[in-house]
């Protein structure tokens, strides 16, 4: 078992819709948890961080993690061309090293 | 406010050739990790290194792979006798600490070529 796992997509939305992300780990002990974009050929640019369970917004965007099921989200409302890109889930544990999933691919069609 | 720079942006080696690659992280970052990302793959986990120390190096193969982050200047990951297999970009991130609450801010990578 992957120690964080995402659909890598690409997942297409249209334009204005909401998109949602999701990701599972494996590691109960994970405490800190992130989501990155990177955009081809870029490097990963930090969107959210979370650390408690529940919902965390950020202008559009929005984390939610629930422990107990060891599952952490990104929703993306009002989607825009420019939020097609590679969206990274990141999970924090151990000697606190980050640990990445593979990606899932958003294309939001216009 | 400099972000997390890395140089070279690109790299080109001859097999067997050594590559250096260097990291400088944000003002203030004393926690360095470093990343290896093939096309259309996420990131792997090589190794993270606080000043003077190496924290975790699980990821980093045993040979031929080494790092650094000494208490002045750059973190340097060195590839030695480079194989065409270590074509990939390698991108470093630093964090202030290294704590619960660390966010982890990456460099622009270097992209490695063997040839």
């Excluded at chain 1, 939020?83 to 069609?109: E, H, M, N, P, Q």
């Excluded at chain 2, 996420?42 to 190096?57: A, P, S, T």
């Excluded at chain 2, 074509?87 to 801010?105: D, M, N, Q, V």
Aim: positive net charge.
């Amino acid at each position: 078992q992957k120690e964080v796992e995402q659909n890598s997509g690409p997942l297409s939305v249209p334009e204005g819709a909401i998109a949602s992300l999701n990701c599972t780990y494996s590691d109960r002990g994970s405490q800190s948890f992130f989501w990155y974009r990177q955009y081809s050929g870029k490097s990963p640019e930090l969107i959210m961080s979370i650390y408690s369970n529940g919902d965390k917004e950020d202008g559009r965007f929005t984390a939610q993690l629930n422990k107990a099921s060891q599952y952490v989200s990104l929703l993306i409302r009002d989607s825009q061309p420019s939020d097609s890109a590679t969206y990274l889930c990141a999970v924090r544990a151990g000697t606190y090293k980050y640990i990445f999933g593979t990606g899932t691919r958003l294309k939001v069609l216009a | 406010n400099a972000g997390v720079m890395q140089n070279p942006r690109h790299l080109v080696r001859r097999r067997g050739q050594e590559a250096r690659l260097r990291c400088s992280p944000m003002k203030g970052h004393s926690h360095v990790y470093w990343y290896r990302q093939l096309p259309e793959e996420g990131l792997k986990f090589m190794v993270y290194l606080q000043k003077e120390n190496i924290i975790d190096e699980s990821g980093m193969p045993k040979e031929r792979f080494s790092a650094e982050f000494p208490k002045e200047g750059p973190s340097i990951l060195r590839i030695q006798q480079v194989v065409r297999g270590d074509s990939a970009a390698y991108f470093c991130a630093s964090s202030a600490t290294g704590g619960r609450l660390a966010e982890a801010f990456f460099g622009q990578g270097t992209r490695l070529t063997v040839v």
